[in-house]
């Protein structure tokens, strides 16, 4: 069974660092690209970046590069987002994406 | 960057009725084109791929259909479970803002 584990939610504070993890399994991890997507609260979907896990090659929505850091880790068939100072603005949730199957979601909540 | 437009922004119709969604892009994007349906709660699931190709599990009332900048997803036919908000995404990439189904 084909499936995306995404990490727990988030509680940080303005100006701290969070990495959000999602595992995949019951696939080659290395043959599908795994893309992040936010979703804030009461809002639409928005596509933020994605990865080829097989060489770690990212392409980033102009939106978000810069912002936000894409990587993966094959051996272990995780993929990660990575903020190096979040803002409150980052609430959210934070889907990774198959994209034909989806995590469960990461709820990231900044604030002081 | 592509932009999609979808809509209506909200559709009001009542179980048995027909729904055609509307998703125009800024450029073409051929055939990669893709419809997720999401839930209050839930993350989005597939439900087209490839402008016109049923996602595994997605009954045969729902089909997509067009190509280069212009595409539609109909139901010919809502049943309870399909009210929820639908996006469109191309190339796995930016999503239309979103058209909310709501039981008229």
């Known amino acids: 069974e084909v499936q995306l584990v995404q990490s727990g939610a988030e509680v940080k504070k303005p100006g701290e660092s969070l990495r959000i993890s999602c595992k995949g399994s019951?696939?080659?991890?290395?043959?599908?690209?795994i893309s992040w997507v936010r979703q804030m609260p009461g809002k639409g979907l928005e596509w933020m970046g994605r990865?080829?896990?097989?060489?770690?090659?990212?392409n980033y929505s102009p939106s978000f590069q810069g912002h936000v850091t894409i990587s993966a880790d094959k051996s272990i068939t995780t993929a990660y987002l990575q903020w190096s100072s979040l803002k409150a603005s980052d609430t959210a949730m934070y889907y990774c994406?198959?994209?034909?199957?989806w995590g469960q979601g990461t709820l990231v909540t900044v604030s002081s | 960057e592509i932009v999609l437009t979808q809509s209506p922004a909200t559709l009001s119709l009542s179980p048995g009725e027909r729904a055609t969604l509307s998703c125009r892009a800024s450029?073409?994007?051929?055939?990669?084109l893709a419809w997720y349906q999401q839930k209050p709660g839930q993350a989005p699931r597939l439900v087209i791929y490839?402008?016109?190709n049923r996602a595994t599990g997605i009954p045969a009332r729902f089909s997509g259909s067009g190509s280069g900048t212009d595409f539609t997803l109909t139901i010919s036919s809502l049943e309870p479970e399909d009210f929820a908000v639908y996006y469109c995404?191309?190339?796995?990439?930016?999503f239309g803002q979103g058209t909310k189904l709501e039981i008229k």
């Open positions: 994406a198959r994209p034909d199957y």
């Open positions: 019951g696939y080659s991890f290395t043959s599908y690209w």
């Open positions: 990865i080829d896990p097989s060489d770690s090659y990212t």
């Open positions: 450029q073409s994007v051929s055939s990669y």
């Open positions: 490839d402008a016109s």
């Open positions: 995404q191309q190339r796995s990439e930016t």
